[in-house]
């Protein structure tokens, strides 16, 4: 546990704080200058990068953003009350008094500064651990969470499907909030009495630097594959956002990655945090530090049973409620992320039988009687098509179908439609394409990107649908007693983006009520 002492405040700046006051206290103080109006005299009563929530007394942050300036809203800030802006120089500058105009190169960073020692220096008052990857950050970080609940204590998430604080769950907008958002958030876990937080990192916020300065205890990579590279420009510049994490450890902090990527050893170049590395029982793996060891040996339609050997060599068997290779992995990242953090290997291992998987991920639909299986789940990648595929394969019976219904998302990363499909002509028997979330992009468009490389035997089992819906209650339908469905690619999400609008959609409600409707129960 990180000893408190070492924050500059240890608590949560009181409303009506002088400006002054919080300017002293930040590290980063030398960056930031008064250009225009009197800290001295100035009161902040907080502090937000949002002009549209300013309220009297606030500090705004103009940062600049990928498609919006932060200085177009200073005057919407003021407006609504605003007592000092921190923008550029050349923004700051222009601030009319009486507000307080604060100018630094990099507002962005500044800002994010100053918000964490509003709220306290959370991240120093926490166990915070931040898990990035391709894939496999959401169920990792959620059985990290209760892994951690069960053996240190009280343990707050911040994650693609929900933010807890500790007390309570509310829906996630991003995967990893902006700055100033992050350290209010941080600030609430302390407040409720957290030891500890869990956080997604993606890509994008390592790249934009929404968790520079944070300080990780731990640090975990799951794996990389191609994605956001409409973002990124390359799988290079992509990686490169990833290892920043590891780049950002401290030699007191432990970074645990997944030994099977070959990436891994690319997010520890410049890491000079302890290592400890994850990889398959059977694997040729010889990372030089410690590793724990996973296989399964036992796979059941409700779950499996692993074994995982620690780095002393003991050999611990236990059963999980999850499906799949992959997960196995994400079970035993989970538990070595807890031992990492003080809990026992005894006591982190006693609570695997119990955990849960997150919303969407391979969720089952199907009740017990039905004839079919039906799952769903957040695949949105090639390579994460791949693992779920092969994680329920083991559990389809001899002369069934295991079938996949997926598509891509508009106005991202094309590069990887082809892709999909191969994972999911070489993973499913039947092969069922549509839409997902197509933005501003033509939906049939994405269907024919997505089936472009497929030869005519595999367009012979394979059938393009552009309405999910109709996908869905089609393919449930037609499926044959016995057959495995996968539906991929939306997960948790309860919405589909149709141009610009979020239209109601959820697949374990569509794939509900065509079950429903298969066993002659009315719904449609």
Request: glycine share 10%; charged share 20%.
């Amino acid at each position: 546990m990180v000893d408190s002492s070492s924050t500059p405040l240890g608590k949560r700046m009181a409303r009506n704080t002088s400006l002054d006051q919080l300017l002293e206290d930040v590290a980063l103080a030398g960056t930031i200058r008064v250009v225009t109006g009197d800290a001295l005299g100035g009161h902040l009563r907080g502090i937000t990068e949002d002009s549209r929530i300013v309220e009297a007394g606030h500090l705004f942050i103009a940062r600049p953003g990928l498609d919006h300036d932060g200085a177009d809203h200073i005057a919407d800030a003021i407006n609504r009350g605003a007592a000092a802006i921190l923008a550029s120089p050349e923004a700051a500058s222009q601030v009319p008094a009486p507000v307080i105009g604060l100018a630094a190169d990099d507002p962005a960073t500044a800002g994010g500064e100053l918000a964490l020692v509003w709220n306290g220096r959370p991240d120093r008052q926490l166990d915070l651990v931040g898990i990035t990857g391709t894939n496999g950050k959401t169920t990792v970080a959620t059985l990290v969470r209760q892994i951690l609940e069960q053996t240190i204590g009280r343990t707050g998430l911040l994650g693609t499907i929900e933010i807890h604080d500790g007390q309570t769950a509310t829906p996630a907008r991003l995967t990893t909030p902006g700055r100033v958002a992050l350290a209010s958030i941080l600030g609430d876990m302390v407040d409720r009495s957290c030891r500890a937080a869990v956080m997604e990192v993606s890509s994008h916020a390592l790249d934009q630097g929404r968790t520079a300065g944070l300080d990780f205890q731990v640090g975990l990579f799951t794996n990389l594959t191609g994605d956001h590279l409409d973002y990124h420009g390359s799988m290079e510049r992509y990686a490169a956002a990833k290892a920043s994490l590891f780049t950002g450890l401290s030699a007191d902090s432990t970074a645990i990655v997944n030994l099977e990527d070959e990436a891994a050893g690319l997010m520890l170049g410049s890491c000079s945090a302890k290592k400890i590395g994850i990889a398959p029982m059977h694997g040729d793996a010889d990372a030089g530090f410690p590793m724990v060891r996973h296989t399964v040996i036992d796979r059941r339609f409700d779950g499996m049973t692993i074994v995982i050997t620690t780095p002393e060599g003991k050999r611990h068997e236990v059963p999980v409620p999850l499906v799949g290779e992959h997960n196995a992995f994400n079970a035993t990242a989970a538990v070595t992320v807890a031992v990492a953090l003080g809990a026992s290997w005894e006591s982190a291992l006693e609570v695997l039988p119990t955990i849960q998987a997150p919303r969407g991920r391979l969720q089952p639909v199907h009740q017990t009687t039905d004839d079919i299986r039906v799952f769903v789940d957040y695949a949105h990648t090639d390579d994460a098509l791949v693992n779920v595929l092969a994680g329920v394969r083991p559990t389809v019976p001899p002369g069934a179908d295991l079938i996949v219904v997926f598509g891509a998302g508009g106005d991202r990363d094309r590069s990887k439609r082809p892709r999909m499909m191969q994972a999911a002509l070489e993973g499913a028997d039947r092969v069922v394409v549509t839409s997902d979330n197509p933005r501003t992009e033509n939906p049939a468009t994405i269907v024919t990107e997505i089936i472009s490389e497929a030869t005519p035997s595999e367009l012979e089992r394979t059938v393009c649908e552009v309405d999910r819906r109709a996908a869905i209650a089609s393919t449930i339908a037609a499926s044959g007693a016995g057959d495995v469905l996968v539906i991929a690619g939306k997960g948790h999400e309860d919405y589909q983006i149709i141009g610009v609008d979020r239209v109601h959609f959820d697949d374990v409600e569509e794939a509900a009520a065509a079950l429903a409707h298969r066993r002659g129960e009315g719904a449609s």
